[in-house]
């Protein structure tokens, strides 16, 4: 799964000899027995999710269901009361506490990944698949639902295609990444099933 480029490293400079180093050395710590959906609201990681836990014979975990849970209050009066910041930290605690899951689905919120701590968390022991969809794909799957604060705005459509660019960087440092526009919730599954038996058969 991890290439080479092939550089000739004595002619690299420090620098970049040493972050080459630095993410083989964080490569090679990786311990691969989860799975983590990531992407944008809306993409189907929920229906994925629970359609690839149960053919992994996994458990699936969802990290709004779990601060949720953890707080005994719903998403959107966290937003409301607390303020985003207050539950991107909840979103953080509940990362942490993922690292210690063998065989487990983790479906995340849209803007989870957008937190280097999260992502680097995940990573050290999950297959880190991405969902992805159009903002007009989107907009269609989401427009007729009310629980997404982010979403409560005067121009939803605008916000999601501002947002979905913002974090563009984030998704696509995913180990895959999955257009879910022309296929359908079970077929998705297949793929991700598919990827993480090729990326867990070859440790
Ligand atoms: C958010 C996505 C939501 C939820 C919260 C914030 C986001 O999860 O975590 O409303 O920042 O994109 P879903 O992606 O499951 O809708």
Not at 9 to 27: C, G, I, V
Not at 77 to 89: N, V
Not at 91 to 118: C, F, H, Q, S
């Amino acid at each position: 799964m991890y290439e080479d480029e092939g550089d000739d490293e004595e002619d690299l400079p420090l620098e970049t000899r040493r972050l080459k180093l630095e993410t083989r050395r964080m490569q090679s710590d990786r311990r691969i027995v989860n799975l983590a959906l990531i992407g944008f609201m809306g993409t189907g990681k929920t229906s994925v999710g629970r359609l690839v836990a149960e053919s992994l014979h996994f458990d699936y975990l969802d990290t709004d269901e779990m601060i949720q849970s953890g707080t005994g209050r719903t998403i959107s009066d966290i937003f409301k009361t607390d303020g985003e910041p207050a539950f991107r930290a909840l979103e953080e605690k509940v990362v942490m506490e993922l690292a210690g899951r063998t065989k487990t689905v983790i479906a995340t919120g849209g803007g989870l990944p957008t937190n280097p701590n999260n992502f680097n968390s995940l990573k050290a022991h999950a297959l880190v698949v991405c969902l992805w969809a159009s903002p007009e794909k989107i907009w269609e799957r989401v427009k007729n639902q009310s629980h997404r604060p982010l979403l409560h705005d005067a121009d939803p459509q605008a916000k999601i295609r501002e947002m979905l660019a913002a974090r563009e960087p984030f998704y696509k440092q995913a180990d895959v990444l999955l257009n879910t526009e022309l296929r359908s919730v079970r077929e998705v599954a297949q793929q991700i099933v598919h990827q993480f038996r090729l990326a867990t058969s070859s440790r």
